[in-house]
């Protein structure tokens, strides 16, 4: 029988949205917070599928060490990256395509969960990004029976 969790995971970082049109294209910030759910079929001697302790431990790890206090832009956007790279000491993080909560959600997903996770018994169904303390958005494996093979995520704004 499949059993879930969730970890949640607080980090601070800057980004700006590449050809927004309004504020949001500014450089600006947010105090985030992500939620990682993992599902697992088989709990260890202990009943976990996985210590809470150990889930921090890997994806708080990444997130610190790539995105905490970092800079989020696509790497796209010539402009924000020249400029970044202008000051030093300076932290950033290049993504595919901008940093909204969708697509950080969606990339936490499919593209950093899979690789954290892989030596380990669990899987990432979902992972909502707040920006704020009233919206957030959420990506979840699209419904599949087996979640891992899916390989796609609905991402979805609240």
Not at 41 to 48: C, K, L, Q, T
Not at 53 to 61: F, I, N
Not at 78 to 99: C, D, F, H
């Amino acid at each position: 029988m499949p059993l879930t969790l969730m970890r949640r995971l607080r980090f601070c970082a800057g980004h700006r949205l590449c050809g927004h049109g309004g504020k949001c294209e500014f450089f600006h910030g947010h105090n985030y917070v992500a939620d990682f759910f993992v599902t697992g079929d088989e709990v260890d001697e202990v009943g976990r599928i996985v210590d809470f302790a150990e889930l921090k431990r890997v994806l708080k790890g990444w997130i610190d060490e790539h995105w905490d206090h970092a800079f989020l832009l696509s790497n796209r956007d010539e402009n924000g990256i020249q400029a970044i790279k202008s000051v030093v000491p300076t932290k950033y993080y290049l993504l595919p395509y901008n940093p909204t909560a969708e697509n950080m959600a969606t990339y936490l997903l499919e593209q950093v969960c899979p690789i954290l996770f892989d030596d380990m018994n669990i899987r990432a169904t979902k992972v909502i990004v707040w920006e704020t303390e009233e919206a957030y958005s959420e990506a979840t494996v699209s419904g599949v029976s087996d979640p891992c093979s899916a390989g796609l995520a609905e991402t979805r704004m609240h």
